[in-house]
């Protein structure tokens, strides 16, 4: 790792993403109180988020390292009611995977998550939008037959097999 890493901005975006993974079984259940303790802390991270954004660029690997760079796309990832903030980390991710330093399947996933919360088709299948028979059944997507022709060009694996991981035991 480069001596430039910022250990300080890399910590706080892990332990921005530890809440919200501690928090999100709420955001699935029938408890309304937990529900919005999991937004008030994905809303607070995507906050934080643009400020660090408009301070230090996008957090990439060289800022922050491997994994806080991936915990950043975390925080845009599920910041869904700021749909603004998810459309710029998308475009400064876009630069960032162009220029040979950033994650394709993260930019991908990024996409998909953005044209679901537009009400619109997503691309590469990454949206699940609930379980039907015990199968995770995604969101409507733009020319299924080719669906997992576009996931292999971002690095992604095809979908069945990513379902059959995430399916419920």
Known sequence: MPDMVNDALAQELIDMTNEDRRLQPGALSDDFTAQLA??????RNGDRLAEIIDDHGWP???LVGREAARRAWLVA?????????????LALMTETVHAGKGDNTQLAMLHDRILVNEGRPQIYGTQIAGIVDGVPV???CENPEQMDQRRAEVGLEPFAAHVAKHAPA
């Open 38 to 43: 999991h937004r008030r802390v994905t809303v």
């Open 60 to 62: 990439t690997a060289e």
């Open 77 to 89: 990832q599920h910041a869904d009611r700021q749909l603004h903030l998810q459309r710029r980390a």
């Open 138 to 140: 995604p969101w409507p």
